[in-house]
């Protein structure tokens, strides 16, 4: 029986009761987070607490959990989840249970707070011997893409468009530059140099992005922040994107043409040899 957290408590997943007032149910007003665990060990925790924070600040929603709150929550859920094998911890908060539906912040209401596990289905062998197919498409999102909301039509429509067309992701496009993919960060590598989108308000600073660029540093690989233009995914060597659940897979088609030599790239192999170790693998 699937354990899960909830407001407090640790219940199995089908005794969970949302009420119809919730303002994540109403209009998305919450956040969210999604942590691997690898042979039940967490990876990165600390940094996926870190950027809930930053999200609860910017909604103000106040909870009264401390990092160690959400993290003993995490490690109980990975300990209790009654999964083999790798798994993902899913946190999500709302503002809260309102007496009645009104857009304006509501006085007086706690937060709902809920936690479950799932098992993790790692990124098939096939994606790292030929890499991914991907389309472009215009990002239509809201303009906090840095914030990790409930709040994900986007995100939903642009994955659809990709699994319409039979591909892997949808890369976005915001005038003329490149943002993510549905639900990744994307890099692109021309003459050896790794580049990926600027952390601004148009893009989320995922956690795997994040261990890229900490483990390329240290490798003395050339890795750059800054604006990427659309047209440039015609001509890189190599693209990639990046997630907790698609870890790093090498995009080797986008809308139909070959990117680079069609094939995983050796950058790509570095890194992807380089985020394994972090793993433990």
Known sequence: MTISYWNGRYLPLD???????????????????VTAAYNGRLFEAEAHVARLQRG??????????????????????????????????YLQVTRGAAAARAHGFPAGVTPTIFGMVS????????????????????????????????????????QQAATDAGVTDAIQIRDGFVTEGAATNVFV????????????????VGITR?????????????????????IEL?????????????????????DGRLVGTGKPGPVWSRVAALFAESQGR
């Open 15 to 33: 005794q969970v009761q949302v009420s119809p007032l919730d303002r994540g149910f109403l209009f998305a007003d919450g956040l969210y987070e």
């Open 56 to 89: 609860l600040a910017a909604l103000r929603i106040e909870t009264g959990m401390s990092d160690g709150d959400w993290l003993a929550i995490l490690e109980r859920l990975t300990a209790e989840s009654g999964v083999d094998g790798d798994l993902t911890v």
């Open 119 to 158: 098992p993790l289905k790692r990124p098939p062998d096939s994606w790292r011997a030929q890499g991914v197919a991907a389309l472009t498409m215009p990002d239509i999102r809201w303009g906090r893409c840095d914030l990790k909301t409930i709040a994900l039509l986007g995100s939903v429509l642009a």
């Open 189 to 204: 590598v021309k003459d050896g140099v790794i580049a990926t989108p600027v952390a601004d308000h148009r893009i989320l």
């Open 210 to 230: 994040q261990v890229i660029q900490r483990l390329a540093t240290t490798a003395g690989l050339p890795f750059v922040e800054r604006d990427v233009r659309a």
């Open 234 to 254: 015609a001509t890189a060597d190599e693209v990639w994107i990046a997630s907790t659940t698609k870890e790093i897979t090498p995009v080797t088609t986008i």
